[in-house]
């Protein structure tokens, strides 16, 4: 990608050679940091398993009470029953996933914009009730990058950002792609004076910036702070588990 590339033209020079802790001490960093970004993430992660969880619970609700009045016929009973099964598997599903997010799957790969896709979802009803509005400028093409990284990286720059931030305003997520790399831009604008009075707290400690730079080294991924600007610079995600045969 070209180095004058409106996403990247603000950003400050990479960090130079050398002066990276060593490499035990950037693991730790990493830890440090995904426990961090994890615990933030926490309460959206919680909804979504919550959700399915209820709508189970209220239609086996629904049918107790029809069996106890001696209402429901065959038919409608079928019906709950297979309703029941539906709800149960999507919850299954739900929390198989979110458990994903503390340990990465074989097949870590995700297409970039249903990777970013995933956190703003996460993440932007919370932010709207601080006051920050959280929207993305996805570019075009196809490109995969892994999952475990992109899921805390990127909500690991939105949180920095959000920690930075002075006054309610938007936070907006671009991606570029090149041939070897994707390059994911997260920039906060404050909104004009007058609009609201202040920024809502979180009551979340802020992350530490050197610990969410040392989680993107060990990642394999380049990030770079300029201001209310940062940048994500993904490599290609590379399948490193061996193929498995169905059996027949």
Request: aromatic residues 4%.
């Amino acid at each position: 990608m070209a180095i004058d590339h409106p996403i990247i033209a603000t950003t400050g020079p990479a960090p130079a050679p050398g002066t990276d802790p060593a490499p035990q001490r950037q693991r730790s960093l990493a830890r440090a940091a995904r426990h961090d970004i994890l615990r933030r993430l926490a309460p959206p992660l919680r909804h979504d398993m919550v959700v399915p969880l209820q709508s189970l619970g209220m239609v086996a609700e629904a049918l107790s009470a029809r069996l106890e009045r001696g209402t429901i016929s065959q038919d409608d009973l079928q019906a709950m029953v297979s309703k029941l099964n539906r709800l149960s598997r999507q919850a299954v599903a739900t929390c198989v996933d979110v458990s994903t997010w503390m340990q990465p799957s074989e097949d870590d790969g995700v297409n970039l914009q249903e990777g970013v896709n995933e956190c703003v979802r996460l993440l932007s009803t919370s932010l709207n009730f601080r006051g920050l509005d959280l929207r993305t400028e996805l570019g075009d093409g196809e490109f995969d990058v892994s999952r475990f990284a992109l899921r805390f990286l990127l909500p690991g720059a939105i949180f920095t950002l959000v920690d930075a931030a002075a006054a309610p305003g938007e936070i907006v997520v671009r991606t570029e792609l090149s041939s070897t790399h994707a390059v994911v831009a997260v920039d906060y604008q404050a909104m004009p004076d007058g609009v609201f009075t202040q920024l809502h707290e979180s009551g979340d400690a802020p992350l530490s910036w050197p610990e969410v730079q040392a989680l993107a080294d060990v990642e394999g991924v380049e990030l770079i702070r300029s201001g209310s600007n940062i940048i994500l610079r993904m490599p290609r995600a590379v399948v490193t588990t061996p193929l498995k045969m169905v059996p027949v």
